[in-house]
């Protein structure tokens, strides 16, 4: 493990052999290659396309032939034209068609990827003096118990205690809305304890 790790550093440490000129050399040797094999890849191409016209679309032969039978003929060419202009236009427009589709995933994946990242969140935990002290301001400065003024209630009283009617629960929602009716429940619940 030891030696494995010692001929890794080495490797780090160690710097290039090579020189400048010889990496200049290599450079224009690749260039070179390069420039050959494209200029044959393009011979190719040329030829893979005469091939391919010369079985596709047989020499016509005019010479002997009648008026009707250049007509005729005329006619088979114009034919074949058009076959091959409909699929042309076939093929740009599922190219086009592609195209639109490719911009709008790719726009899907830019909006999802970069812009609309969610940092991962925290839990805080805030005591019942720090919500107070964030909703009063600095005006709370005594430590109050919320569970001291709750009422105790049993099972059974809270059964018969039940009014029968229904009470309206919006009489109360204008008072109690707002900063005013939190801070109204807050001095409430501050008089009651400080007595």
């Known amino acids: 493990m030891k030696e ?5 550093k080495q490797n780090k440490t160690r710097k290039s052999k090579i020189t400048a000129s010889r990496k200049l050399l ?15 890849e393009t011979a190719e191409k040329s030829e ?3 091939r391919f016209l010369g079985e596709r679309v047989p020499p016509i032969r005019l010479v002997g032939l009648s008026s009707t039978q250049l007509q005729d003929l005329c ?15 076939d093929i ?19 909006d999802l990827r970069g812009k609309f990242k969610r940092p ?7 005591s019942a003096d720090a ?16 569970r001291a003024n709750l009422k105790s209630v049993k099972k059974e009283d809270s059964e018969k205690e039940r009014p029968v009617g229904v009470s309206d ?23 009651g304890s400080g007595q």
Do not use: C, P
């Not at 494995?4 to 890794?8: G, T």
């Not at 919500?131 to 919320?146: I, T």
């Open 4 to 8: 494995k790790r010692m001929s890794e």
């Open 26 to 40: 290599l450079k224009s040797l690749l260039l070179a290659k390069a420039t050959e094999e494209l200029a044959q």
């Open 48 to 50: 893979e396309k005469e």
């Open 75 to 89: 006619q088979e060419l114009h034919e074949k034209v058009h076959v091959v202009d409909e699929e042309r236009y």
């Open 92 to 110: 740009e427009a599922k190219v086009i068609h592609n195209t639109r589709e490719i911009k709008d995933l790719t726009l899907k994946v830019f």
């Open 120 to 126: 991962t969140l925290r839990r805080v935990r805030v």
């Open 131 to 146: 919500m107070l002290r964030a909703l009063l301001g600095s005006k709370h400065k005594v430590s109050m118990d919320l």
């Open 169 to 191: 629960w919006r009489k109360n929602v204008e008072a109690m809305s707002g900063m005013e009716g939190r801070k109204k429940m807050f001095d409430a619940a501050k008089t």
